[in-house]
């Protein structure tokens, strides 16, 4: 920033993205393709741990909080595998994202940070909630 105020400063956004699944069409896809949509939508962490009787609604939950990082990352016409966005189970019992490959570059050449997520389900639906922080340099106070 120039002595008199005027020029690019530094400004914090946030960015959020929200998604909500049917644990029905989840389901359904993993019977009618199996390990391929499997391997395709999660990592082998997710896979992991969503195991027993409520594996289609631990899986909807994280397609749900995958497609609100989508929403933050806003891709336009690159194109995000999946896998590229892993829902992991922390320790304390909640869920951070970790982003890799062209997901993690997204990320990086928008400056978000402080990726954060909030998911949940019920037997019919999922839901998950996505924040990020970004910070970016403006030219005279206009937002990025």
């Not at 530094?10 to 993993?30: N, Q």
């Not at 922390?90 to 890799?100: D, I, N, Q, R, S």
């Given at each position: 920033?120039?002595?008199?105020?005027?020029?690019?400063?530094?400004?914090?956004?946030?960015?959020?993205?929200?998604?909500v699944?049917?644990?029905?069409?989840?389901?359904?896809?993993?019977?009618?393709?199996?390990?391929?949509y499997l391997?395709?939508?999660?990592?082998p962490h997710?896979l992991?741990?969503?195991?027993?009787?409520?594996?289609?609604?631990?899986?909807?939950?994280?397609?749900?909080?995958?497609?609100?990082?989508?929403?933050?990352?806003?891709?336009?016409?690159?194109?995000?595998?999946?896998?590229a966005?892993?829902?992991?189970?922390?320790t304390?019992?909640?869920?951070?994202?970790?982003?890799?490959?062209n997901?993690?570059a997204?990320?990086?050449?928008?400056?978000?940070?402080?990726i954060?997520v909030?998911?949940?389900?019920?037997?019919?639906?999922?839901?998950a909630?996505?924040?990020a922080?970004?910070?970016?340099?403006?030219?005279?106070?206009?937002?990025?």
């Amino acid at each position: 920033m120039n002595v008199d105020g005027n020029g690019p400063r530094a400004v914090m956004t946030t960015r959020v993205g929200c998604d909500v699944v049917t644990v029905r069409d989840v389901a359904r896809s993993i019977d009618r393709f199996g390990d391929r949509y499997l391997q395709r939508m999660f990592t082998p962490h997710e896979l992991a741990v969503c195991t027993g009787p409520g594996r289609a609604q631990r899986l909807a939950a994280r397609f749900a909080a995958k497609e609100a990082v989508m929403k933050v990352l806003r891709p336009r016409d690159q194109a995000v595998p999946w896998q590229a966005i892993e829902i992991r189970r922390e320790t304390w019992g909640g869920c951070a994202v970790v982003l890799a490959g062209n997901a993690a570059a997204l990320a990086r050449d928008q400056q978000l940070t402080d990726i954060q997520v909030s998911i949940s389900h019920e037997p019919e639906y999922a839901i998950a909630t996505v924040v990020a922080t970004r910070v970016g340099e403006t030219e005279g106070g206009v937002h990025p």
